[in-house]
């Protein structure tokens, strides 16, 4: 299964931009990039998803390395209410393989 | 609310027994896929269907969980014999066939075994 490494934790403060970064060094070529998040007791939330352009949407943006061996989740002002674990995922084979995530906290 | 719907969301069981767990998908998603979720661990994916064919199984799925999707609708997964081990969250998502596998997740059942 292809993997992502991502940091355990980060924190931000409300009202900030927050970069979240995701290293996928073994992704292949027709690998769409997903990102989730997931607040607890609640299922996973899709976010955004990007093949190899930057995408955005109107949760995030996404940026896309031109290696496409890594990429960065951008919430362009982290509110409290985004404080969630936030899982970068690559699709393989039609399912989607989570890694432990990034737990993000957002500090007012 | 027109998304991923489960039932229960919480089931309280003594070891031994059967459980049924089920998932309704967004009504116009082919596709619909279980996942097993552990304290502090990512979802881990257990099977999934297109329409009602069920096209993988995970080795994590024993022979004690078996999955249905009769008809392409809603879904079902039981798992007999409960053991301990099996104390998770099971999560339901569901996704249509189109470019990227974009699932969308219903809240889960949270499964205690006692």
């Known amino acids: 299964d292809a993997k992502t490494t991502q940091p355990n934790s980060m924190e931000s403060n409300e009202e900030e931009p927050v970069h979240l970064p995701c290293n996928h060094s073994?992704?292949?070529?027709?690998?769409?990039i997903h990102w989730y998040r997931q607040l607890p007791s609640q299922g996973p939330e899709y976010v955004i998803h990007?093949?190899?352009s930057n995408v955005n949407n109107r949760m995030a943006s996404l940026a896309i390395a031109e290696d496409r061996k890594s990429s960065t989740l951008i919430l362009h002002r982290a509110t409290l209410r985004d404080a969630a674990v936030y899982y970068c995922?690559?699709?393989?084979?039609?399912?989607?393989?989570f890694g432990a995530g990034t737990i993000l906290r957002v500090k007012s | 609310d027109t998304g991923v719907s489960q039932d229960p969301r919480h089931k309280i069981t003594k070891r031994g027994q059967n459980v049924t767990f089920r998932c309704d998908p967004i009504?116009?998603?082919?596709?619909l896929y279980w996942y097993r979720q552990t304290l502090g661990q990512g979802p881990e994916f257990l099977t999934y269907?297109?329409?009602?064919?069920?096209?993988?199984k995970s080795r994590l799925l024993s022979d004690r969980f078996s999955a249905e999707r009769p008809k392409g609708s809603f879904s079902t997964l039981e798992i007999q014999r409960t053991e301990q081990g099996d104390s998770a969250m099971y999560l339901c998502?569901?996704?249509?066939?189109?470019?990227?596998?974009?699932?969308?997740f219903g809240p889960g059942t949270r499964l205690t075994v006692l």
């Open positions: 990007g093949l190899t």
């Open positions: 073994t992704i292949s070529g027709t690998d769409y």
């Open positions: 998502a569901s996704s249509w066939t189109r470019g990227a596998d974009t699932q969308y």
């Open positions: 995922i690559l699709e393989y084979g039609n399912k989607l393989v």
């Open positions: 269907f297109q329409n009602e064919a069920q096209l993988e």
């Open positions: 009504s116009e998603h082919n596709r």
